[in-house]
C-alpha cells in the first residue's frame, strides 16, 4: 500500500471519529492523533489548542453538546513529503449543537505525521464557521 493510501485511511477513521464526536460519542480521536504536546487544532468554533489534552479536551467538549452528526470531506487532496503528509478538501454536512441545527461548509486542512510506523494526525485546521459561534454564544448567555 502507498503512502497515500495509508494516509487516507488514516482520514476515513479521523472523519468516522468526527462523526462519532458530533453525535455524543468522545474517546475516538484518541487512536488517530499523535498525544504528545506538539499537536495543534483551529477548529470552526475560532480560537486555537496547543497540544493533546487541550485538542482532545476540545472535541470532548463539542461531543458533550452535539447530535445528529453526518460529516464528510469532499474534494480530497493528499500531498506525502518524506514522514509528513497533508489533506485540503471541505468538510460537509450537517449536526445539531445544543439542539440547534448547523451546516457545515468549511474549508479543511490535516496534517498527518508518519510516527513509529504509523500514520498520526498532527494538526487539524478548518475555517471558522459563524453559524457554530453564534450557537455557541446563545448557549454560553
Known sequence: ????????????KFYN?????????????RGIWLQDESV???????????????????????AGIASDAKFGLKDQVIRVVGDVAYE????????????NEVKVDNRVTNIYQLKDGQWKMIHHHT??????????SKVQS
Open 40 to 62: 495543534t487544532a483551529m477548529h470552526p468554533i475560532d480560537g486555537r489548542d496547543l497540544g493533546w489534552a487541550a485538542v482532545n479536551n476540545s472535541f470532548d467538549q463539542v
Open 17 to 29: 471519529a468526527l462523526n462519532d464526536m458530533g453525535n455524543g460519542i468522545t474517546g475516538k480521536m
Open 88 to 99: 485540503i478538501g471541505s468538510e460537509t454536512g450537517e449536526f445539531k449543537l445544543a439542539g
Open 127 to 136: 475555517d471558522t464557521s459563524t453559524a457554530m459561534l453564534n450557537v455557541l
Open 1 to 12: 500500500m502507498s503512502k497515500e493510501e495509508d494516509v487516507r485511511r488514516v482520514s476515513k
